[in-house]
């Protein structure tokens, strides 16, 4: 009689499971008629997985379309293009966020963050160029405590705009210090610098405009606007 082979038992091989990344609250970003809603960063303050490219996108020139495959896919390329005519923004403009929206979060209230403008490769001499700036503003944030705050991060430039809606913050070369102005111009009018804000019993319509001389001030570069963006007016320092 013949014996039949029992079938060889195969052991299962149980895979362990990968720890999973500790993330920060997940944060609103609001671009034109586009919403998005990710983490920024892990709990060790480092970007997110995604959220660099997820950012990009909404920072994005105006004239760009948005990219038709997932974000998943697009990260998986590492040049400085998400894809075309989307440049990846600066790590440490993340980095540089994050902390602003965690010093202002209100327990169980989601953040929500209004993207004014980022990338801008038409912006000659300016950090928009590069991805390394963004004009922006936090629900429920009054802009002064928001330029406040910008201006305790080192090596960022923090411009406050008290007649427009934004603020403006980049990320400088390490060393640069803490570098800060104010321009209190309206859309369309030439910059208006004043070297603090309010001024006491000054009708801010009536400033002059500060001599280009003036030591803190390099001479403003005129921006491109971005389509659907009023143009801002960022004086830079070098």
């Known amino acids: 009689s013949h014996h039949h082979a029992k079938p060889a038992r195969t052991a299962r091989v149980l895979k362990p499971t990968p720890p999973k990344t500790c993330l920060k609250t997940a944060v609103e970003i609001v671009s034109g008629g586009e919403s998005s809603t990710f983490s920024l960063a892990k709990c060790d303050g480092e970007p997110a997985p995604l ?63 209004l993207l ?8 000659a001499g300016s950090y928009h160029q590069s991805g390394r700036a963004l004009d922006f503003r936090i629900d429920g944030v009054e802009n002064e405590a928001l330029v406040a ?65 003036e030591p803190r001030l390099a001479p403003a570069v005129m921006e491109a606007p971005m389509r659907g963006h009023k143009p801002d007016r960022h004086p830079y320092f070098f």
């Open 149 to 213: 705050f910008c201006k305790t991060l080192p090596d960022t430039g923090c411009g406050y705009y008290p007649n427009s809606s934004f603020v403006h913050i980049d990320v400088r070369s390490a060393g640069a210090g803490h570098v800060a102005w104010i321009d209190v111009s309206k859309a369309g009018e030439p910059p208006k610098y004043v070297s603090s804000w309010p001024h006491p019993g000054e009708d801010a319509s009536k400033l002059p405009a500060l001599p280009i001389d």
């Open 51 to 113: 959220a660099i490219d997820q950012l990009s996108i909404l920072a994005r020139p105006g004239g760009a379309a948005k990219p038709k495959v997932t974000v998943d896919v697009l990260a998986k390329s590492h040049g400085t293009e998400v894809s075309p005519g989307i440049r990846r923004i600066d790590p440490r403009l993340l980095e540089r966020l994050e902390k602003a929206i965690d010093h202002f979060r209100k327990p169980d209230q989601p953040a929500k963050v």
């Open 116 to 123: 004014v403008s980022g990338y801008r490769p038409k912006s």
